[in-house]
């Protein structure tokens, strides 16, 4: 990319402590609970953005959770993810997941400058949460049919998109799990 090297070396940039005061707050900024989320939500719709949500565990972050995540964000203007809880996680995966704790997973979504909002569910599904945050796009990854989507009735009710995209082959949380496991 130019201007990111000048010399094939990469440049390092000193920040000053109120710069990562900064960027921590930008950061935990996007980690909303439910009601200031709604309003968020509210605010970026009354300005007309159209607002994408996904879901899942994203326990181990990788390229293929990047790669969806791009992809989402780029149906609208922003994007939601809601976040499995850590009890969720173990009810879906079993008792040795997540690996990353909650606060973890949180973070690392809400640091990639693709990603507007991060809101924690409990529940099993994201129904409620999609029910509450009323997004007007929903996207989810894999072989998913948009009817059999977790909340696609409640956003098509209103006139809003369902989509499945596809995943990065080679990918995922599983297998990387896998390939620790065995070393």
Same mark, same amino acid.
Not at 67 to 78: P, S
Not at 157 to 176: H, N, R
């Given at each position: 990319?130019? $201007? =990111?090297?000048? +010399?094939? &070396?990469?440049?390092?940039?000193?920040? *000053?402590?109120?710069?990562?005061?900064?960027?921590?707050?930008?950061?935990?900024?996007?980690?909303?609970?439910?009601?200031?989320?709604? /309003?968020?939500?509210?605010?970026? /719709?009354?300005?007309? &953005?159209?607002? !994408?949500?996904?879901? $899942?565990?994203f326990?181990?972050?990788?390229?293929?959770?990047?790669?969806?995540?791009? @992809?989402?964000?780029? =149906?609208? /203007?922003?994007?939601i993810?809601?976040?499995? +809880?850590?009890?969720?996680? +173990?009810?879906?995966?079993?008792?040795?997941?997540?690996?990353?704790? &909650?606060?973890?997973?949180?973070?690392?979504? *809400? *640091?990639?400058?693709? !990603?507007?909002?991060?809101? !924690?569910?409990?529940?099993?599904?994201? =129904? @409620?949460?999609?029910?509450?945050? #009323?997004?007007?796009?929903?996207?989810? $990854?894999?072989?998913?049919?948009?009817?059999?989507? !977790?909340?696609?009735d409640?956003? #098509?009710?209103?006139?809003?998109?369902?989509?499945?995209?596809?995943?990065?082959? $080679?990918?995922?949380?599983?297998?990387? &799990?896998?390939?620790?496991?065995? +070393?």
């Open positions: 990319m130019p $201007g =990111l090297f000048t +010399s094939g &070396e990469p440049q390092l940039h000193a920040f *000053a402590p109120n710069d990562l005061v900064f960027m921590l707050a930008s950061i935990e900024n996007k980690i909303q609970d439910w009601i200031p989320a709604k /309003q968020t939500v509210e605010q970026w /719709q009354a300005q007309g &953005e159209a607002v !994408v949500f996904t879901n $899942g565990c326990d181990l972050l990788h390229y293929g959770h990047l790669h969806y995540l791009m @992809d989402a964000r780029q =149906l609208g /203007q922003r994007l993810i809601g976040l499995n +809880s850590a009890a969720s996680v +173990s009810r879906l995966k079993g008792p040795h997941r997540p690996i990353n704790d &909650e606060r973890t997973r949180q973070y690392q979504l *809400a *640091a990639l400058a693709f !990603v507007d909002l991060v809101v !924690v569910f409990e529940q099993d599904t994201p =129904l @409620d949460l999609i029910t509450a945050l #009323q997004p007007d796009i929903l996207v989810k $990854g894999g072989d998913w049919q948009p009817e059999q989507i !977790v909340g696609a409640v956003v #098509q009710a209103k006139g809003g998109q369902v989509m499945s995209l596809p995943f990065v082959p $080679g990918y995922s949380t599983t297998l990387i &799990e896998q390939k620790i496991k065995q +070393s």
